[in-house]
């Protein structure tokens, strides 16, 4: 199913929660260190000041980061500036395993999203199982308030295409469009994409 399709077929309904996505901001690529020990590089902190600027994130109750140190960074950065609890979540961390490469890394992610063994890299279903148990129990606790959760753009394709119901090339297509730092918004009642990661016009 396609994303666009997924989204005008979720069920219709009033007022509702949101669960806000957040794709952690810019990196500084260490090849010589895993990619989960990686910090934020200076425009990513500079692009995390800016997102937390945003209105939109006053109405939060709180935010769950994955314990990565560019994921956590970026949850800070926003908690700071409203004044948000952080909780570490370590089931919201990325795909275990994967090994940076420049080049070839997106053809890698193309086959993994279509369930096929990678090297190394936590199988899709355990990681997809994982991510959407975690999320899902954050929104059941958030007791119908607006809540954020700060991953990794691997992390939330697998979340929002098991979620969607997206096959592989839309999901790979979800996740070649996600930015650093970027956001997307669930409705929490219907379930439904709201706003898709980069999209152009602005949560209200």
Known sequence: M??????????AGGPAARLYLVRHAAVTVRPDQPSEQWHLSFEGRQAAEALAEEPFWAGLG????????????????IAARHGLPIRIERDLREVEGR????????????????????????P?????????????????????????????????TLY????????????????????????????????RLEREFRDAGAVK
């Open 124 to 156: 899709r279903e355990a990681a997809q199982t994982r991510v959407r148990g975690c999320i899902d129990g954050i929104a059941a606790r958030s007791e119908g308030s607006e809540v954020g959760v700060v991953s990794h753009g691997l992390a939330l």
């Open 99 to 122: 090994v940076w490469i420049a080049e070839g890394f997106q053809e890698r992610v193309r086959r993994y999203l279509t369930g096929e063994p990678i090297d190394s890299w936590e």
């Open 62 to 77: 709180g935010l769950h980061t994955s314990p990565e140190p560019k994921a956590t960074a970026t949850a800070q950065r």
């Open 2 to 11: 396609s994303l666009r399709r997924a989204q005008a077929e979720g069920p």
């Open 160 to 191: 929002l295409g098991d979620l969607l119901g997206l096959d592989a090339t839309a999901a790979y297509q979800l996740w070649t469009g996600i930015g650093l730092p970027d956001v997307a918004v669930v409705d929490l009642h219907s379930r």
